[in-house]
């Protein structure tokens, strides 16, 4: 018996084998960059203990306040915005459309390319002062500004780009609202239950697990957005650091002025930022996630 | 008049079916429209791309792709082959690691699963960008910069947690009779894993084959951090030098070049939907 038991052991950590080695290459880059957090290292030379010298930089650095700035607006406005679209759209979806594949697909496929570094670089020109935005606003006789190219609207464009992306919050929702019994929405309808009624009090609450899901998931990749502010700015976050992303600017530190000392202590308050808002996702979880079993 | 109750939902208050047709006609046209726009745009001649406002193009260019195909500093070809070669090393990588890890976690009982598991739900929240300067040191050090085993050996090593977990899921859906008959037989956890297991987890496979595709392909920071010789570039990062030249406003040039580069990724989205969408719905991957 024993004997078997210890097999099986050996089989599973013959069968974990490369992932304890990505495990081990993910844990020691993780307490590695808490260590040189603390260092002034250039890469050249070896890595000297500077203790808090980098966290007090950081309180006065404008530019990491900025990029705070606009990588916390971009996350609180474009999360829950794309999270409600995909929810409304998959309502109506949900409710018997004929052709429901087609418009799946199609509101599905932009969350594959949006990554991509040719929609960025074509969302510059679709906001352009010539673009099609424009030429859109000027059959109503609106000369609307550079959308793209201006410190007040470029953050905008880039939210837009991401609502663009609610197609995969969608299926999951879609997913999700299938799993209601139709029963529960008969039986309230029999009571006289508005759709709305039904809404807060059925649907909401029973799909309020996978909400919460595609919430935390949306926060934690949203704050690391990185390809859209490099490239529709060519990498300065610009114009006037309005296009910023945190990530960027960690990247222009590191990997620019190879300050890695600096871009890991950044990278760990981000952490701490996101771990944070998980944090309190998941608090908040109590009062409004509901548990059906 | 008939009443179709769609799943019981609602009393049959019949809406007009028109209006919502032409509401997510309306959407998908809007999600549509950049798309159309920039395939439209490949074919116009660069100085109409602005001023044409018509999707159909009032005057043809063609030669956008001849001429965009090689006006960056290597021709596109080598660049499409870059990103072919990472992209299917990738697929092989996660397929094999990956599947490996499942099958320990779904199929079999050894000391530390749970803790493991535990480990490798946890990686899958950890934001990247709290590795990426010792990575980088570590194969610096190891004079890998300017090569492609650092956009390679991660998948070698299962470290996308997503994608075990998506296998898991589905090993574990399969009856583990399969498993107790295999060992009657006198298959070993190999044999198992290798002619029994593998086989009926195919269209895990494919979703994880398409993903890792769709996300390899489009995949910008870490060519960008890595590679600096503009021979080993991938997609991506070549289509951003047109970006350098914008001086010169060849608009029509970048958007077909543009469009080649998205060419295969909505190639598999057509036809791998099925798996896709079957992916994201119980993983919740994007």
């Known amino acids: 018996m024993t004997v078997a038991v210890r097999r099986q052991d050996r089989a599973g950590y013959l069968f974990l084998l490369p992932w304890f080695g990505g495990t081990l290459f993910m844990i020691v880059p993780f307490f590695a960059s808490l260590y040189l957090a603390f260092t002034d290292y250039d890469l050249l030379t070896p890595p000297r203990w500077a203790g808090l010298a980098n966290f007090r930089t950081m309180l006065g650095d404008a530019t990491l306040h900025q990029s705070l700035r606009v990588t916390l607006i971009y996350t609180l406005v474009s999360v829950p915005l794309s999270l409600a679209v995909a929810l409304a759209v998959a309502m109506v979806l949900d409710r018997g459309v004929r052709g429901l594949a087609i418009y799946r697909s199609v509101y599905y496929l932009p969350s594959l390319l949006a990554g991509s570094v040719a929609i960025v670089m074509l969302w510059r020109y679709i906001f352009g002062y010539n673009g099609v935005v424009n030429g859109f606003l000027a059959w109503f006789g609106v000369q609307g500004p550079g959308w793209a190219s201006d410190p007040r609207y470029a953050l905008s464009t880039l939210i837009l780009l991401h609502v663009w992306t609610f197609g995969s919050p969608m299926v999951i929702f879609l997913a999700g609202l299938r799993q209601i019994p139709a029963m529960y929405h008969e039986a309230a309808a029999v009571d006289g239950a508005s759709s709305w009624r039904r809404f807060r009090s059925i649907t909401l609450p029973l799909l309020s697990p996978i909400i919460f899901f595609n919430l935390v998931q949306s926060l934690i990749a949203s704050f690391q957005t990185f390809t859209q502010g490099y490239v529709i700015s060519n990498g300065s976050g610009g114009p006037g650091q309005s296009t910023l992303f945190y990530n960027l600017y960690l990247y222009q530190k590191g990997f620019a002025e190879f300050d890695m000392g600096y871009a890991s202590s950044m990278a760990w308050l981000l952490l701490t930022v996101i771990a944070g808002f998980t944090a309190i996702n998941f608090l908040a979880a109590r009062w409004w996630v509901f548990y059906d079993n | ?286």
């Open chain 2, 1 to 286: 008049m008939t009443f179709t109750v769609v799943r019981g939902q609602a009393p049959p208050a019949r809406r007009p079916r028109f209006g919502r047709h032409l509401l997510l006609c309306l959407i998908g046209l809007v999600m549509m429209y950049p798309l159309l726009w920039m395939i439209s745009s490949s074919v116009k001649p660069s100085i109409t791309v602005f001023t044409d406002e018509s999707l159909w193009p009032a005057a043809w260019d063609l030669g956008n792709y001849p001429r965009g195909w090689t006006s960056l500093s290597e021709p596109f070809e080598v660049y499409l082959v870059n990103s072919l070669i990472i992209v299917t090393l990738s697929i092989v990588g996660n397929l094999f690691s990956c599947s490996l890890a499942a099958f320990a976690f779904a199929r079999l009982r050894f000391a530390g699963r749970k803790l493991f598991f535990a480990m490798m739900l946890g990686t899958m929240m950890l934001p990247g960008h709290v590795l990426v300067v010792p990575q980088y040191v570590l194969f610096d050090k190891l004079g890998w910069l300017n090569t492609y085993y650092p956009l390679l050996v991660p998948h070698f090593l299962a470290t996308n947690g997503f994608y075990i977990f998506l296998m898991v899921q589905f090993m574990r859906s399969l009856p583990t009779e399969l498993d107790d008959a295999a060992r009657i037989d006198g298959c070993g956890p190999f044999r198992t894993f290798w002619k029994v297991i593998m086989p009926l987890c195919r269209p895990a496979f494919a979703t994880t084959a398409i993903f890792t595709f769709i996300s390899v392909w489009n995949e910008f920071f870490a060519p960008l951090l890595y590679l600096t010789d503009p021979r080993l570039y991938t997609v991506p990062l070549a289509l951003r030098q047109f970006m350098d030249s914008e001086g010169q406003s060849q608009w029509g040039e970048m958007f077909a070049m543009s469009f080649v580069s998205l060419a295969p990724v909505i190639g598999f989205f057509i036809a791998g939907q099925k798996h896709l969408v079957k992916g994201i719905a119980t993983t919740g991957l994007r």
